[in-house]
Each structure stands twice: as structure tokens, then as C-alpha cells.
């Protein structure tokens, strides 16, 4: 039998492994893994947790409009230092991703994203052929104000470059502002917004560090969790470095984080509009049997890597404590934390010699 006690923190379930309560601990957090790797007869077992870290770009934001153009996008990716940042930004807490699905997946596809390589970035990007925006003129508060007030010569019709004062109407009409035009880029800038973690704020300062490299001012801002979910509901970003999580579902499919019509109602939180990658998703969704879904998903996989709508980073990890004398634990695939205990049968406590 399995006997399950709760603690309010992972300190908490820490002394209580070594007050001989509790025999493992379901799961240890990032800040508790150094303390943990230090009690004695304690070992820890460690799979892939089923999230993956990414950078989502915002496609329906006007100034950062170029992310639309897949050569910028492929640009960003070669630019990106994956795995020197994630080993030393995460090391130990996340290993680097290269697909948008679980390595643990059957449906995984290894060894398609764009490799790190500043040349080849810099020519995407000279390639890009991207459009700016003239910066409007700063407005002067005072123009105007001499024609306003001065008043109309003798006869009533107004001075030639004055303005009328007539009636209500007509100045209601005169001062009516027309509605501007949506505002397009006018320089390769981006803030990246995520959470206020310091791991992951210093793994978003990498990023920023590498895209400046061909040109980008890049901007990193940090939230915490409630208001980062605030902002991507509302669209209120212009990339953000983020985890997406395929818990509790053991099926790969992530329909819901890249095909177009999830945007607003789904986890498509930029509004990414790849009408390929879409379809790719809709076919494996389609597959009744499931004959052809693994061809599908290699397929989308591999649309994922010349496109680059995102960025994909790392996979985080799942830590399971376990007293060392308790033999047979495996992690092995995870769609839960739960599934730490499906090799279960197998447990079996050594006997003190």
C-alpha cells in the first residue's frame, strides 16, 4: 500500500523524509534540489517533465509586425545559442529542446531545428527585405494656437490661413481627431516578457544578448505569474519566453498551442497564423485510426523547423526523491506526476544486511 502525507512545502516534506515520516517526496523544486542531493540516504531520479519552455513572437502586435516573415523568424533561431544558454542558465533544472513535442513522445522527431550560426542569421535577415515605418515627427503643443485665436476682419469672412469661430457644430467638427492608421515597425526592437524567475529572467538575457548580435534591441521584462497570463490573454507582449504544458494528456498532440484557430480561445497566445503548420495538426487530428498519425507528426515537426513560428528551448525536468533502499523506481514517460509510479509493481524495499 501507498500511504500519501502532505506538507505545505518542499522544506517541510524534506524534514519529514528525515524525521524517517515519509519514505520519497512526489516532486523536488528547483530551490530545494541542492538541499535534497545532501541528505543521506536519499536518491533522486530525474525524467523530462511534460511542459516545454519556448518563445512565442506576436504576430497580431503592428510594431513588431517583421515576426510575420519566416526568414526573420528562421534568423532569430539561428541566432539563438540553445543549448550553451540553456546548460548555463537551467543546468540541471531543463535540458535543451530541438522540437516542439516531448522527447519521451512517441511521436518525437529528433535533429530538425535550425542550428546555432550567427552567418547564417545575419543572411536570413539580409534577405528578409523588411519594411520601416517613418518615425512620425514629434508634435508641437503650440502650433496652431496664434490661427485659433486670432479673430476674423471686419465683414466676417475669416483671414486667409485663420481658423472660423462658428458655431457649435462647426467647431465640434474642426476639433474631431481622425482615427490614426495602426502604428508598423519603425526599427528591429522587441521586449520579451516572462516570469520573474531568476533563472529564466537570465536564460531571456541570453536571448536578448544573442539577437543583438544582428541588429535587434531587445528588451527583457519580468512579471509574476498572474499578470504574465494576464498580459498573453490580452495580447499585451511582443515575444514571451513561456512553458507550455501537455499535462494531463499522454497524447503529443498540441493542437492547442499552434493551430491558427486556437488564438483567443486556445493557448495560441500570439495569434501564430501558419496555415502549413495548421494543417498539419488537422491531418493527425483527422487520422481516426491512427495509421498515419506519426507520419503527421514528423511532418509537423519539420514544418515547425523551417518555419520557426516559435522558438523552442528546453525541456524542464521532474525530480522524484525516494529513500535509496527502495529499489525498482523508474521515470520513465510523464503526462502527470502521477505516472512516477507506473513501474510500481516492481518497488521492493532492500533488506537491512
Given amino acids: 500500500r501507498v500511504i500519501f502525507r502532505t506538507y505545505p512545502d518542499a522544506a517541510a516534506a524534506l524534514d519529514a523524509y528525515s524525521r524517517g515520516e515519509v519514505n520519497s517526496i512526489g516532486t523536488i523544486p ?23 519552455g519556448v518563445m512565442i513572437y506576436n504576430w497580431k502586435r503592428e510594431p513588431v509586425r517583421f515576426v510575420r516573415n519566416p526568414r526573420v523568424r528562421l534568423a532569430l533561431a539561428h541566432a539563438t545559442n ?17 522540437s516542439p513535442l516531448l522527447p519521451t513522445s512517441w511521436a518525437y522527431r529528433p535533429g530538425v531545428w535550425p542550428v546555432f550560426d550567427l552567418a547564417r542569421a545575419q543572411a536570413m535577415l539580409d534577405m528578409a527585405n523588411i519594411v520601416f515605418d517613418e518615425p512620425a515627427p514629434p508634435s508641437d503643443p503650440t502650433a496652431g494656437t496664434a490661427e485659433a ?7 466676417g469672412t475669416p483671414a486667409e490661413g485663420t481658423a472660423p469661430v462658428a458655431t ?29 524567475d531568476p533563472a529564466l529572467a537570465a536564460l531571456a538575457e541570453g536571448i536578448a544578448a544573442d539577437w543583438r548580435q544582428i541588429g535587434f534591441r531587445i528588451n527583457v521584462e519580468t512579471a509574476d505569474a498572474g499578470t504574465l497570463l494576464a498580459r498573453l490573454e490580452a495580447g499585451d507582449f511582443d515575444a514571451a519566453l513561456i512553458e507550455l504544458s501537455f499535462e494531463p494528456s499522454a497524447d503529443p498532440d498540441p493542437f492547442v498551442f499552434w493551430h491558427q484557430g486556437q488564438y483567443g480561445s486556445g493557448q495560441n497566445f500570439g495569434g501564430m497564423d501558419d496555415r502549413r503548420v495548421s494543417e498539419g495538426l488537422e491531418m ?3 487520422d481516426a485510426n491512427g495509421m498515419h498519425r506519426l507520419e503527421y507528426y514528423h511532418r509537423f515537426q519539420t514544418l515547425f523547423a523551417e518555419r520557426a513560428p516559435a522558438l523552442v528551448l ?17 521515470i520513465t514517460f510523464l503526462s502527470t506526476p502521477s505516472d512516477r509510479f507506473r513501474t510500481i509493481q516492481d518497488w521492493y524495499f532492500t533488506r537491512p544486511e
Fill in 284 to 286: 493527425a487530428r483527422r
Fill in 168 to 196: 457649435g457644430e462647426a467647431t465640434d467638427a474642426a476639433t474631431e481627431e481622425p482615427t490614426p492608421a495602426p502604428a508598423g515597425p519603425t526599427e528591429l526592437a522587441m521586449t520579451i516578457l516572462t516570469a520573474d
Fill in 30 to 52: 528547483p530551490e530545494q534540489q541542492a538541499a535534497a542531493q545532501q541528505m543521506p540516504g536519499l536518491g533522486l531520479y530525474t525524467g523530462v517533465a511534460p511542459r516545454v
Fill in 149 to 155: 485665436t486670432e479673430p476674423a476682419p471686419e465683414g
Fill in 314 to 330: 528546453y525541456y524542464p525536468l521532474y525530480v522524484y526523491a525516494a529513500d535509496s533502499r527502495l529499489q525498482g523506481v523508474q
Fill in 82 to 98: 540553445r543549448e550553451a544558454l540553456v546548460t548555463q542558465h537551467l543546468g540541471g533544472l531543463a535540458i535543451p529542446a530541438d
